[in-house]
């Protein structure tokens, strides 16, 4: 960015229209539309052994009802911000929850695994359309020192919100039926849909170009990649059937590339890789995303499954969870403003390392509640922290046109890594999964405990020691 572009910029910062007063009210809204994207990531893992009952779902089918949302949620993220830019945030976001309500009543309405991923399918759609929309709204409603505020909550609301869905699943599945993890999005989607254009107003859309291509390529890649780890746990590693679907991924993933590059109106300028906030950023969320949300799926068939947890139960054991990752999100954004990124994305990842390593020692008859639970509610803490500190890093080079391309590449590492530390943790298990054995699931958070600690480490040489500038419009640097 050259200094008289920064200079022009810089100055038009102190030109901000008058501030909305409903713009609080607004957030609220949207951060619950966002919460039940967020809860939709994990509200499925309690219900899964039922789900396998009524349905006849083996282990790989069970696998994809967690990924195929997640995969379709981060794969058209980018596609999603795009269309935030291109056709106005409010619109986009609308559209966004009309396709996650109504996808959501037919998920719960299925009757056989066909419907049921495409259900699934379908949301991830919708999602894919309203987080980055909702985001860009966040990010160009609120100005100065008030946009930490609301970044803040917004990062707790994502952090939270997955482990949240664990207890909500829990006391649904226990209730009316596993049916109502997805019946229950219903009524609030219609309700938030109603309310929603009377609180957002209508903002000029930025002409913009459509990359369908890019979309779609990167969409196929990681479902194809995602196929191949899960493949691995019945297959191995080395058979044909898991080894030619990563290969796939890394051929779809050069092609992305390739189009990114010859295009006029890329999806993502992946020399935005080149810079290391948004690099930071980018791995920081497809990390913290994939051991959290790896935890929740082990968690739940390791509690029900081998330790004979009620659906309930289990979800009670993951609300201390869900407050130390809205506490660790909170600590983040405190903290990233004083100490800087780095700080904060090290000491984060450490910490989620430390609180993974009793868990990779449980046993059949170990306690739930001096070895497993407090694992998980300090990993958490560590985690919630690096959420934020992965938004705010990512955010804070990116300018004032280009909000919703830019939550759309933070959310697409969100939900990617989600499905990825799904998918392997998932084969790790396998035997444990399969036949109630603890070794596979010790081998799995011994895996998590090992990609955490690993992490620590890189975060030291990748992350920026500054601190993020999120005062104003979004800074370039």
């Not at 008058?18 to 609220?28: I, K, Q, V, Y």
């Not at 990124?341 to 008859?365: E, H, K, N, Q």
Request: hydrophobic share 50%; with cysteine.
């Amino acid at each position: 960015m050259t200094h008289s572009a920064s200079h022009t910029h810089h100055t038009s910062e102190h030109h901000h229209p008058p501030a909305d007063p409903r713009r609080w009210a607004a957030l609220a809204l949207i951060c619950v539309a966002q919460f039940m994207l967020i809860l939709d990531v994990t509200v499925v893992n309690v219900a899964l052994p039922d789900m396998a009952a009524a349905l006849d779902l083996d282990r790989e089918t069970l696998t994809w009802v967690v990924t195929a949302y997640t995969l379709c949620f981060g794969g058209l993220m980018l596609l999603g911000g795009r269309l935030a830019d291109a056709l106005g945030a409010r619109r986009t976001l609308l559209a966004g929850l009309a396709v996650f309500t109504a996808a959501s009543l037919v998920t719960g309405l299925a009757g056989n695994a066909a419907m049921l991923l495409g259900g699934r399918i379908a949301q991830g759609v919708g999602a894919a359309l309203l987080s980055p929309a909702a985001l860009s709204i966040v990010t160009t409603t609120f100005h100065d020192g008030e946009r930490n505020k609301a970044l803040g909550v917004w990062a707790a609301i994502g952090g939270s919100g997955a482990a949240a869905g664990v207890l909500i699943g829990g006391a649904l599945t226990d209730g009316p039926g596993w049916q109502w993890v997805f019946f229950i999005n219903v009524p609030i989607g219609l309700a938030v849909l109603a309310a929603l254009p009377t609180l957002v107003p209508a903002r000029a859309p930025q002409p913009a170009r459509l990359d369908v291509p890019g979309a779609l390529l990167v969409t196929a890649g990681t479902g194809s990649l995602i196929y191949g780890l899960v493949e691995a746990g019945d297959s191995g590693w080395g058979d044909s059937a898991t080894v030619l679907p990563l290969a796939a991924a890394v051929m779809l993933y050069g092609c992305f590339a390739v189009v990114e590059r010859a295009s006029r109106a890329p999806l993502m300028d992946l020399r935005m890789f080149t810079r290391r906030p948004v690099l930071a950023g980018a791995f920081l969320m497809l990390i913290a995303t994939g051991v959290l949300i790896a935890y929740f799926f082990l968690g739940s068939v390791y509690l029900q499954h081998v330790r004979g947890f009620s659906p309930l139960k289990t979800g009670l054991v993951f609300l201390p969870v869900a407050v130390a990752t809205g506490l660790g999100a909170h600590l983040g954004s405190r903290l990233v403003g004083r100490i800087g990124s780095r700080t904060v994305a090290v000491g984060g990842m450490a910490i989620a390392a430390a609180g993974s390593v009793p868990l990779t020692r449980l046993s059949a008859d170990s306690s739930v509640y001096a070895g497993l639970l407090p694992g998980f509610v300090v990993a958490s803490v560590g985690l919630g922290a690096v959420f934020v500190t992965a938004t705010t890093t990512a955010l804070g080079m990116v300018e004032h046109h280009e909000a919703g391309l830019a939550s759309g590449v933070v959310n697409t590492f969100h939900e990617v890594g989600g499905s990825i530390g799904v998918a392997v943790v998932s084969t790790v298990a396998a035997t444990g999964i399969e036949g109630n054995s603890i070794g596979g699931f010790t081998n799995a958070f011994t895996v998590c405990t090992l990609a955490a600690t690993a992490s620590a480490v890189l975060a030291l040489g990748l992350v920026p020691r500054g601190k993020p500038q999120m005062t104003g419009d979004p800074h370039v640097h």
